[in-house]
Structures are given as C-alpha cells and as structure tokens.
C-alpha cells in the first residue's frame, strides 16, 4: 500500500526551529516529486514548497512566504522526506501535509498523509 | 503567480441531486488542473487530474471538465458522504496554487 506519514509536528516559541519528516512506504521514492502543503486553522489549502526525483538532481521549489525559511529534503536510504523550518512566525501555525505526486513534469500530488500540527507560539 | 477563483463558494444540494464547482485561472494553465476533496479534520484526498482523469478508486460520480483558464468539477447521485469542502489546484507553473475552497452541504 502506498503510504505517506508525517511526523515532528508540536509547539515552538516565534524564531524558533522545527523539522517535519515524512516515511514514505510502498513505492519508489527516488521516483517521485514531493510536496508540503499546510492547512491554516479554519484557512483554505497552501502549497508549501516541492522536490523533484533523482531523475530532475532532487531540485526545489518553494511559496514565497517560506523560501529562504524553510529547507526541503529527502533520503532515500530511509525512504523518509524533511521539511526544516527555522525563523519560524505565528503566522506558520497549521496542519503539514506530506504529499506524493507524480514522476516528472507537469505532476499532480496522487497521495496524502494524514498531516502533523505546527503550532508558532510564545 | 496564477491565481485560482472558485465559485460558489459553498453549496447546499439534496441527496440524488447534481452540482458543479467551476474553477477560474487568472491565465492558461493547459490540462494541469487537479481536484481534491476534504473532509472535516481529514487530509485531503485527490480527485482528478489533468482536468478530468480520475485517480484510481475514485467513483465515476466525480467528472471534470474544461479548458484554457476555466475548469467545472461535476458530482453526479449526492449522497450524504460527499458533504465536504472541495478544492482546485494548478500545478502548471510554480508556485503551484489551490483555489480557495467550496464547502458543499448535503441537506
């Protein structure tokens, strides 16, 4: 079964660092391009920032409001993706979703974890 | 960056009925439209891609359709558990963008 699972998710004061990581099961993940999206309490989905498989040199991209924040990462020895966050705000409080899509170009996220909680806050 | 605009922004529909979702892009966006559904306090799950192929499990019920900068997402029999919140997505250039969201009530 193909499966995605966040972790890491908790509490940190404004400033403050965070690593989300994402065990990713039942597939290739080499193969694969990544995505974060989070979720703003009562908000609408946000795409966060995505890496691209071995084929494309596991290069990134990010949503403005992260880039230069928050890092994306990946190790295929553990299957497992990153999401490192640092000079974090208030206003990053929300759920993380890890997400799988496809292996190349135009490419749709086609699976999605169950989400870990960031909570920004003094 | 491409901005997406859904309308209505909610919905409410008896079970058996039809409705349709449409989807605005500030600009072209080719067949890269997706769909996805959520649930209260569940993650997301996808619909359709390419504007109107079905991820695998997903019920003929959902279609889609469209071209250019305008997209519809059609579900067809409404029953109680397609009550949800449904969002469009491009991801044909970066930053990818999701529309703001449909709540869908099923009276």
């Known amino acids: 079964e193909v499966q995605v699972v966040e972790s890491g998710g908790g509490l940190v004061q404004p400033g403050g660092s965070l690593r989300l990581s994402c065990a990713a099961s039942g597939f290739i993940f080499s193969d694969h391009y990544m995505d974060w999206v989070r979720q703003a309490p009562g908000k609408g989905l946000e795409w966060v920032g995505r890496i691209r498989n071995k084929a494309r040199s596991y290069t990134t991209e990010y949503a403005a409001s992260v880039k230069g924040r928050f890092t994306i990462s990946g190790d295929n020895s553990k299957n497992s993706l990153y999401l490192q966050m640092n000079s974090l705000k208030t206003e990053d409080t929300a759920v993380y979703y890890c997400?799988?899509?496809?292996?190349?170009?135009?490419?749709?996220?086609?699976?999605w974890g169950q989400g870990t909680a960031v909570t920004v806050s003094s | 960056d491409i901005q997406m605009t859904q309308s209505p922004s909610s919905l409410s529909a008896s079970v058996g009925d039809r409705v349709t979702i449409t989807c605005r892009a500030s600009?072209?966006?080719?067949?890269?439209l997706a769909w996805f559904q959520q649930k209260p306090g569940k993650a997301p799950k996808s619909l359709i891609y390419?504007?109107?192929s079905l991820q695998s499990g997903v019920p003929s019920k959902f279609s889609g359709s469209g071209s250019g900068t305008d997209f519809t997402l059609t579900i067809n029999s409404l029953q109680p558990e397609d009550s949800a919140t449904y969002y469009c997505?491009?991801?044909?250039?970066?930053?990818?963008?999701f529309g703001q969201g449909t709540r869908l009530e099923i009276k």
């Open positions: 997400a799988r899509s496809g292996r190349g170009g135009y490419s749709p996220i086609d699976v």
């Open positions: 997505q491009q991801y044909n250039d970066y930053p990818i963008t």
């Open positions: 600009q072209g966006i080719s067949k890269s």
């Open positions: 390419d504007i109107s």
